[in-house]
């Protein structure tokens, strides 16, 4: 679950561009403490990007979002979060951002 704690950051691009930097803390089913820095890129045909500021939903293929997030915990069991690289690729909907993550192998 994802705790109410955190913030994300946006820098809107002149180019239609979104440079993403999110930060948060993560609780798992078993109580572990996980905090996430993700920072990545959402492009798109600047007339989608407008409709996804405005909070309108639009056809996740046609939106480049790539995320690299990192990981931290002191949880013995998610060292491996800690101790990998990911990539994802994001979908964002009106009411939820969906994050897909990938280890890099």
């Known amino acids: 679950m994802v705790l109410a704690a955190g913030a994300d950051y946006q820098l809107l691009c002149d180019d239609g ?13 078993d ?3 996980i905090y996430v820095i993700n920072r ?4 798109g045909p600047v007339d989608l990007m407008a409709k996804l500021a405005r ?6 293929a046609a939106i ?6 990192r990981s931290e915990t002191s949880a013995p069991a998610y060292q491996w979060l800690v101790q ?11 009411d939820a951002v969906l994050l897909s ?3 890099v192998r």
């Open 64 to 69: 480049y979002f790539r995320t690299i997030p």
């Open 55 to 60: 909070g309108e939903p639009v056809d996740p």
């Open 40 to 43: 990545g890129i959402r492009r």
């Open 101 to 103: 993550l990938f280890e």
């Open 31 to 33: 109580g572990a403490l």
């Open 84 to 94: 990998s690289l990911f990539i994802a690729t994001g979908i964002r909907n009106p």
């Open 17 to 29: 561009r979104s440079e993403l930097d999110a930060r948060y803390a993560i609780e798992t089913d």
